[in-house]
């Protein structure tokens, strides 16, 4: 079953629809067109989202009911901090303590999770926080319930890159680097370094800014991107390199379009850099053009395919605060009721009397059922003079008796199954007669069925006898029931002067033993 993944960025939207890891359609709406002549300016940003998303939906029919978010860094908080190793029971407040001298905003404002990596070496606990503004995790999901799209998960768009990476066959083991990018589109760049799967640095890019000159051409504006690409990219490995100087990059990955990797090669072999440039075909097909929104929103179509090592998941987080909320209002509640043992007693007083009565009511119905029990005939149980022979005995007939119990239960033919599945089998012009089902004497079950076709041609009426035979055949709960299917007669008779075919079809659970000549002959004999 298909699902989507929508990517919300910076300038634009992408939409993936996946069935089984393979990409079956993919859209991408420029937020420029929310601004363009077919919307009112009164009419709000999110009414304009949710109606460019149907649109699109609509006409690449897509058709789905559930789906995954990843959301731009511009709408996030992530951090990575590290404090000592703590019980667990005094983690969550180091952790918030922690967080607020990294968070210009108050906690309270905030859905946020977060998670914990040891480092066993150094000794600390390395926290990866997430954090969103409540209204803005709101609009996210007022947005997919306004289009019929039940909410896997909503994460940061670098991790739906992770998972996209490991789609294409990227290895995480050791500390290894991401860097995706598409300067075809105005979207920002992401740079994550991770530990065995583990993200400790992230940095967002954005180049639009700055760049904007009316003067310029496409190809300078191109150059201008490029161009502070790569000092943004001296910028982060410098900026990574002075934070964590005892982690060395092993790998980094990059994830980009064909028409600059060469160039891009010459500039991280000159860095020191070991850069690996991902083959986006086998994932978005030789003919689909790479885009990092078509990358992030299949990545996030996959969160319950390809689960990572982080576990965070900003829906599931809000439904939990949800939940404890509701909890607390509980107590709140309670908190401003005044309790009075008189009526507690009294409350008290009406169960008792309640569940006195209901017995008083049951008491007759219990005694009926022990005079019941009573009545029924007694067992003769073994005595204490029996030698073990005689247990043996005893013992072996009882398990026949329960085997036998066993088989009619176990081994009962349903004919519920056969009587809906005969007339679909029956051809044009055929008729059953006689339904007869039977067992033998090893518990197998055997069918026989009788009938009459009138076609006005014997020709046609054996075909259709014939026809009838293989339809059982052919039929997965006939061939897995029995063995053995065969027509054992087919003649003729005079019915209301129409000469008709009479036939007879054995279903058996077992082969027919064929006997030779010599057994024909004994039986002549």
């Known amino acids: 079953m298909s699902s989507l993944g929508v990517y919300f960025g910076t300038n634009s939207i992408g939409l ?57 860094g511009q709408d ?11 019980p667990s029971n005094e983690l969550q407040s180091a952790i918030n303590f922690e967080a607020k001298k990294y968070i210009p905003f108050k906690l309270e ?44 998960a909503i994460e940061y768009s670098a991790f739906s890159l992770l998972r996209f990476l490991r789609l294409c066959g990227a290895k995480d083991s050791g500390v290894v680097a991401s860097l995706c990018f598409d300067l075809n589109n ?19 890019i954005v180049l639009t800014s700055g760049l904007n000159d009316l003067d310029a051409s496409a190809v300078n504006d191109q150059v201008k991107k490029y161009d502070k690409l790569k000092n943004e990219i001296r910028v982060s490995q410098d900026y990574y390199r002075r934070k964590f100087p005892d982690k060395g990059i092993k790998t980094l990955y990059v994830l980009s379009g064909q028409d600059m990797r060469e160039d891009l090669s010459n500039f991280f072999a000159g860095s020191g850099i070991l850069a690996k440039f991902v083959d986006t075909s086998k994932i978005l097909g030789k003919g689909a053009t790479y885009s990092s929104i078509l990358a992030k929103s299949v990545g996030a179509v996959l969160f319950k395919e390809l689960p990572l090592k982080i576990k965070i998941n900003l829906y599931n987080t809000r ?69 073990y022979a005689v247990l043996a005995a005893r013992d072996k007939n009882l398990k026949k008796k329960l085997n036998n119990l066993d088989n009619l239960i176990k081994n009962q033919l349903y004919a519920t199954y056969f009587l809906d599945i005969l007339p679909r089998a029956l051809p044009e012009g055929a008729w059953l007669t006689k339904f007869t089902s039977m067992s033998k004497e090893d518990g197998r079950p055997e069918v026989i069925l009788e009938g009459e076709a009138y076609l006005g041609d014997s020709d046609k009426e054996f075909e259709a006898v014939s026809t009838f035979l293989s339809n059982l055949k052919g039929n997965q709960f006939f061939s897995k029931n029995f063995k053995e299917i065969t027509i054992t ?26 006997r030779d000549d010599n057994d024909r002959f004994l039986q002549q004999e």
């Not at 601004?35 to 690449?60: H, Q």
């Not at 996030?76 to 703590?86: S, V």
């Not at 914990?116 to 070496?121: G, I, P």
């Not at 007669?489 to 064929?514: G, L, Q």
Request: net charge positive; proline share 3%.
């Open 186 to 204: 105005e979207d920002e760049i992401n740079f994550m370094v991770s530990e065995n799967g583990f993200p400790f640095f992230s940095r967002d």
């Open 319 to 387: 439904l939990k605060a949800d939940s404890v909320k509701g909890k607390e209002d509980i107590f709140a509640f309670m908190e401003g009721v005044k309790i009075d043992f008189r009526v507690i007693f009294l409350a008290i007083l009406i169960c008792a009397a309640t569940f006195g009565y209901g017995i008083y009511r049951i008491q007759p119905v219990r005694e009926e059922l022990n005079s019941i029990k009573d009545k029924r005939p007694k067992v003769a149980s073994a005595s204490a003079g029996e030698d």
């Open 16 to 72: 993936a629809e996946v069935n089984k890891k393979k990409l079956v359609n993919n859209v991408v709406i420029q937020q420029a067109s929310m601004f363009s002549g077919d919307f009112e300016e009164k009419v709000p940003t999110d009414v304009k989202i949710i109606a460019l998303i149907k649109d699109a939906l609509r006409t690449n029919h897509i058709n789905v009911d559930h789906g995954s978010i990843c959301i731009s």
């Open 76 to 86: 996030l908080i992530i951090r990575t901090f590290e404090i000592p190793k703590l």
């Open 109 to 152: 404002d905030l859905v946020f999770n977060f998670q914990v990596e040891f480092d066993q070496k150094n000794k600390l606990n390395t926290v990866l926080f997430v954090g969103i503004k409540k209204e803005i995790l709101e609009k996210y999901i007022s947005i997919s319930k306004q289009l019929n799209i039940k909410i896997n």
């Open 489 to 514: 007669s087919v003649d003729r008779k005079t019915i209301w002067n129409k000469s008709v075919a009479i036939f007879s079809i054995a279903c058996r659970n077992y082969p027919e033993k064929k």
